[in-house]
């Protein structure tokens, strides 16, 4: 329903902005519902503004259980 | 890590196919809603539908924000925009969709109208800014994934004292959608997958309600085709298993409360309107977001005139069926004939992301078999 | 609908520009030169074969990365000859200007347009100027006719294409359509893409080398490759099959379309091709390309395919879609 494009933070700006990062693609998005990212920080934007920021260990856990699902039909095969 | 690519690995999707299979029983059909457009469209974009098995049926929700205004609330945005002292501001997703007589601000724009698009609601508050001889009308349309940020900039607009700038609000929710869907009669949808982007606000909690009143299991989902087929594997687990839960697949992004500064904006500029009407759906209670009095000076529905004619979903549609599961797009009388993305009749032929129109586009001609 | 008006629709040339065409100006003005719909009509007499083209500018900016108005009028000309398989003559051009418009920046639209003839090597032969009243024109709009001389090893058309049939795209695509959506800056987003407007005609000569072995070549402008591969399957009565990895689109310009919500597929390019070619001559036309400056990032996208009904489909890593025509100008999407 709602486009949410991952990007990088690279700097915090002034008047609670963030300058995000998007393959190449620079984009200044309002950071008010995610105030605690630092440059660095993986964010979800949503229409100019950074609505989560991405938590690396979960994003993991979801492709480990993903791939068990891979070593599983390896093992069958 | 990018956040995308990892979870389009084409092998692990093959296997979590071959999981599928193993998790169903033959022969026994299950009906699983993708509430979420997003999700629609991404099931087309990339073919995912041809990894399912026979027995798992897919049907299209009513997630598409676009395609839930309904033709009344698009007249009132095009007499918004046809004032000659606005300039009406909205995502160029709305600019295409029809309202009576199939007109759009498409139309209205090509008529002399100065509707702009914007990318972000504050970008139309820089207008107001940059332009104070003009009233900038910006067309308000989400859940509640895309209200935190019109709220957002209304709590600016206020804090600025910009007074040239005010917002059509159509901004809805979801639960009362869902449950509008399962009080619907002859409702056979065994398991939900759940909206990702709308739940990083919301969270995971407002859809106990469908384990608990219904007893059919919700399993919130990423947009990647690995995120898809992982959360129906998770929703086919439960169903063996007898269980109705609210799982998350969405972890990286969706927290069980949600996002509590954006919940708070929400809360703040608000209020929930007593019904709303939903394009396909009719009118739900408690569904839509108006704003609060607080807000009334920049409430463009208190500011200028709109006509709030109510017009009738076109009869020959089918999208209340559609929208409900009860439907498959072709299976409409209208669909690809009198209903088509360059001349949408329903709600679900709208958007891209609408389930008609994310069919005629993806998944029109199926039967076509690519030899591998 | 009798009072029905012209939207920006149907100027972006996807499904409804071609309604317009067909429906309007083709049903008033049909003749056999015209009929065909090319990117230019061939006119031929005591031997010699010409192509013809027009075609006019509109752009906004004027000035974007990578070009202007100027060099995109040359290029676009010299384009649709070339991919007609001729080699141009000379052009033309027609300048509709606003009152009030700098004349230093006209004049380096011109100079400008001046590099882009030398660059192709052809000239602008004849030209005319209008001035308009303020508020009548938006700047400038430019139009510009070109002839070209066919090149007689190469015959080119629908007709040719066969299945099994090659798919090569010369390079990147959606570069143009980036560049400038996101110079006019309302969308606020900062990218290093430029316009990638160029002159093909040195690549179609290469490519004219394959003799019958190149079968049709066109360059994918507005609408984007997905258009022109579509009229490409309905000309040619065969399916298109693409392999979507292989379509090459640079990781920024990917990354615009994707916060824009807006597939790379329908966004126009003004300096690449598309060529089909005979199976055979599928490696040489590869090589061919990749071997002049302007075709460094071509590559081998799909094959033709008979079917029950001609569709662009797209094999991707879980199954395949539908690539269907563009409905009106891709707008930025939020959902």
């Known amino acids: 329903m709602c486009l949410g494009i991952p990007g990088r933070v690279v700097a915090r700006l002034d008047d609670g902005l963030a300058r995000i990062d998007v393959s190449g693609v620079r984009r200044d998005v309002s950071v008010a519902f995610t105030p605690e990212v630092e440059p660095g920080d993986w964010v979800l934007v949503h229409v100019g503004f950074a609505l989560a920021r991405i938590d690396e260990e979960e994003a993991r856990a979801t492709l480990a259980l993903i791939d068990e699902a891979l070593a599983a039909e390896e093992l069958a095969s | 890590m990018r956040f995308v690519d990892e979870y389009r690995d084409g092998r692990a999707a093959h296997a979590l196919a071959a999981e599928l299979r193993s998790l169903v029983e033959p022969g026994r059909r299950v009906k699983l809603m993708e509430v979420c457009g997003g999700h629609t469209h991404a099931i087309y974009r990339h073919g995912l539908d041809a990894l399912l098995p026979d027995e798992v049926e897919l049907v299209h929700g009513p997630g598409c924000p676009v395609c839930v205004i309904p033709m009344g609330r698009v007249d009132d945005a095009i007499s918004l925009a046809e004032r000659p002292e606005v300039a009406f501001a909205s995502f160029g997703d709305m600019l295409r969709v029809p309202g009576g007589r199939r007109r759009s601000?498409?139309?209205?724009?090509?008529?002399?109208?100065?509707?702009?698009?914007?990318?972000?609601?504050?970008?139309?508050?820089?207008?107001?800014?940059?332009?104070?001889?003009?009233?900038?009308?910006?067309?308000?349309?989400?859940?509640?994934?895309?209200?935190?940020?019109?709220?957002?900039?209304?709590?600016?607009?206020?804090?600025?004292?910009?007074?040239?700038?005010?917002?059509?609000?159509?901004?809805?929710?979801?639960?009362?959608?869902?449950?509008?869907?399962?009080?619907?009669?002859e409702v056979d949808i065994d398991g939900f997958v759940?909206?990702?982007?709308?739940?990083?606000?919301?969270?995971?909690?407002?859809?106990?309600?469908?384990?608990?009143?219904?007893?059919?299991?919700?399993?919130?989902?990423?947009?990647?085709?690995?995120?898809?087929?992982?959360?129906?594997?998770?929703?086919?687990?439960?169903?063996?298993?007898?269980?109705?839960?609210?799982?998350?697949?969405?972890?990286?992004?969706?927290?069980?409360?949600?996002?509590?500064?954006?919940?708070?904006?929400?809360?703040?500029?608000?209020?929930?309107?007593?019904?709303?009407?939903?394009?396909?759906?009719?009118?739900?209670?408690?569904?839509?977001?108006?704003?609060?009095?607080?807000?009334?000076?920049?409430?463009?529905?208190?500011?200028?005139?709109?006509?709030g004619a109510r017009i009738e979903d076109p009869k020959a549609c089918r999208c209340g069926d559609v929208l409900r599961g009860r439907a498959k797009p072709f299976e409409c009388g209208v669909f690809g004939t009198a209903c088509t993305p360059e001349r949408p009749l329903g709600t679900c032929m709208v958007s891209s992301e609408g389930a008609c129109a994310a069919y005629y586009a993806y998944g029109r001609h199926r039967r076509v078999e690519v030899p591998a | 609908?009798?009072?029905?008006?012209?939207?920006?629709?149907?100027?972006?040339?996807?499904?409804?520009?071609?309604?317009?065409?067909?429906?309007?100006?083709?049903?008033?003005?049909?003749?056999?030169?015209?009929?065909?719909?090319?990117?230019?009509?061939?006119?031929?007499?005591?031997?010699?074969?010409?192509?013809?083209?027009?075609?006019?500018?509109?752009?906004?900016?004027?000035?974007?990365?990578?070009?202007?108005?100027?060099?995109?009028?040359?290029?676009?000309?010299?384009?649709?000859?070339?991919?007609?398989?001729?080699?141009?003559?000379?052009?033309?051009?027609?300048?509709?200007?606003?009152?009030?418009?700098?004349?230093?920046?006209?004049?380096?639209?011109?100079?400008?347009?001046?590099?882009?003839?030398?660059?192709?090597?052809?000239?602008?032969?004849?030209?005319?100027?209008?001035?308009?009243?303020?508020?009548?024109?938006?700047?400038?709009?430019?139009?510009?006719?070109?002839?070209?001389?066919?090149?007689?090893?190469?015959?080119?058309?629908?007709?040719?294409?066969?299945?099994?049939?090659?798919?090569?795209?010369?390079?990147?695509?959606?570069?143009?359509?980036?560049?400038?959506?996101?110079?006019?800056?309302?969308?606020?987003?900062?990218?290093?893409?430029?316009?990638?407007?160029?002159?093909?005609?040195?690549?179609?000569?290469?490519?004219?080398?394959?003799?019958?072995?190149?079968?049709?070549?066109?360059?994918?402008?507005?609408?984007?490759?997905?258009?022109?591969?579509?009229?490409?399957?309905?000309?040619?009565?065969?399916?298109?099959?693409?392999?979507?990895?292989?379509?090459?689109?640079?990781?920024?310009?990917?990354?615009?379309?994707?916060?824009?919500?807006i597939d790379p597929l329908y966004v126009a390019n003004e300096g690449k091709l598309v060529a089909v070619v005979s199976p055979e001559a599928a490696d040489d036309a590869l090589a061919l390309l990749r071997g002049h400056p302007l075709g460094a990032g071509a590559a081998l996208v799909g094959e033709l395919r008979e079917d029950s009904r001609p569709f662009v489909l797209a094999r991707t890593p879980f199954g395949t879609r539908i690539v269907d025509m563009l409905v009106g100008d891709p707008l930025p999407r939020i959902c």
């Open chain 2, 194 to 307: 759940g909206p990702g982007h709308v739940s990083t606000v919301i969270g995971t909690r407002p859809y106990e309600f469908v384990c608990r009143e219904y007893g059919r299991p919700v399993v919130v989902a990423g947009f990647e085709p690995n995120d898809i087929l992982q959360a129906v594997a998770m929703l086919l687990r439960q169903l063996r298993a007898g269980r109705a839960e609210v799982e998350n697949e969405y972890g990286r992004v969706v927290r069980a409360e949600g996002n509590p500064d954006a919940l708070a904006a929400l809360g703040e500029v608000f209020d929930v309107r007593e019904d709303f009407e939903w394009r396909g759906l009719g009118a739900i209670p408690r569904s839509g977001l108006r704003l609060a009095e607080a807000f009334a000076d920049w409430d463009a529905e208190r500011r200028f005139p709109v006509p």
């Open chain 3, 1 to 261: 609908m009798s009072d029905a008006v012209v939207t920006l629709a149907d100027g972006a040339g996807g499904k409804a520009s071609r309604k317009l065409v067909e429906g309007l100006f083709l049903e008033e003005l049909r003749n056999p030169l015209l009929e065909p719909l090319g990117d230019a009509a061939i006119v031929g007499r005591n031997g010699t074969r010409l192509a013809l083209t027009t075609d006019s500018y509109v752009v906004r900016p004027l000035r974007f990365p990578g070009g202007d108005i100027g060099e995109l009028a040359v290029n676009g000309t010299v384009n649709d000859l070339a991919v007609s398989g001729a080699q141009p003559l000379a052009l033309t051009a027609g300048f509709v200007i606003e009152e009030g418009f700098p004349l230093a920046e006209l004049r380096g639209i011109a100079r400008s347009m001046a590099g882009a003839a030398l660059a192709a090597g052809v000239a602008v032969a004849a030209g005319d100027t209008k001035v308009v009243e303020r508020g009548a024109a938006d700047g400038l709009y430019v139009t510009t006719a070109g002839v070209g001389l066919l090149d007689l090893r190469a015959v080119l058309g629908f007709d040719r294409v066969r299945a099994g049939d090659r798919v090569l795209v010369s390079g990147g695509v959606a570069e143009h359509g980036i560049a400038v959506m996101l110079a006019r800056g309302d969308l606020g987003l900062a990218v290093d893409v430029e316009s990638d407007t160029a002159p093909l005609n040195g690549l179609t000569a290469a490519l004219c080398a394959l003799g019958t072995e190149l079968r049709w070549m066109r360059d994918p402008t507005r609408g984007g490759l997905a258009t022109t591969l579509n009229e490409l399957a309905t000309g040619a009565g065969l399916s298109v099959v693409l392999e979507e990895a292989a379509i090459p689109v640079r990781e920024d310009v990917r990354g615009a379309c994707e916060l824009l919500g």
């Open chain 2, 105 to 185: 601000l498409l139309e209205a724009k090509a008529r002399g109208a100065d509707v702009r698009t914007v990318y972000s609601p504050l970008d139309a508050l820089a207008i107001a800014e940059r332009e104070p001889e003009r009233e900038v009308v910006f067309f308000g349309v989400g859940f509640e994934t895309t209200a935190p940020a019109t709220a957002l900039t209304l709590l600016r607009a206020r804090e600025r004292d910009v007074r040239n700038f005010s917002v059509f609000s159509n901004h809805v929710l979801i639960g009362p959608a869902l449950r509008a869907i399962l009080d619907s009669p």
